[in-house]
Nanobody, 123 residues
Framework: VQLQASGGGLVQAGGSLRLSCAAS????????IGWFRQAPGKDHEFVAA????????YYGDSVKERFIIDRDNAKNSVYLQMNSLKPEDTAVYHC?????????????????WGQGTQVTVSS
């Protein structure tokens, strides 16, 4: 499974960004795709995840009601729509894949990772 994250950038507080994670590989649709973020000096934080099979979304507490995760089967992509952005959302965002039976909110079980995309929210 190969993952390619994109869409980061600089935005003012209250603004929006949409991240994309393009997936490829023979079996990627068997996985749950998640987004994690890592701010400088901090551990990876779970942001959101979606089951490619069922479309069921999962969200971290800090982004509920603000972020929306979705997938597009035709484009083999998972999207993270980020609204009402705050300075504390500033981080490098990674998409990652985990087998459904190992799904967790911690990063350690995720087998495949894309490169990060920087999101910076100015106050």
């Amino acid at each position: 499974v190969q993952l390619q994250a994109s869409g980061g950038g600089l935005v003012q507080a209250g603004g929006s960004l949409r991240l994309s994670c393009a997936a490829s590989g023979r079996t990627f649709k068997e996985f749950v795709i998640g987004w994690f973020r890592q701010a400088p000096g901090k551990d990876h934080e779970f942001v959101a995840a979606i089951s490619w099979d069922t479309g069921s979304p999962y969200y971290g507490d800090s982004v509920k009601e603000r972020f929306i995760i979705d997938r597009d089967n035709a484009k083999n992509s998972v999207y993270l729509q980020m609204n009402s952005l705050k300075p504390e959302d500033t981080a490098v965002y990674h998409c990652a894949a985990v087998r459904p039976e190992h799904f967790t909110f911690t990063p350690y079980e995720y087998e495949y990772w894309g490169q990060g995309t920087q999101v910076t929210v100015s106050s």
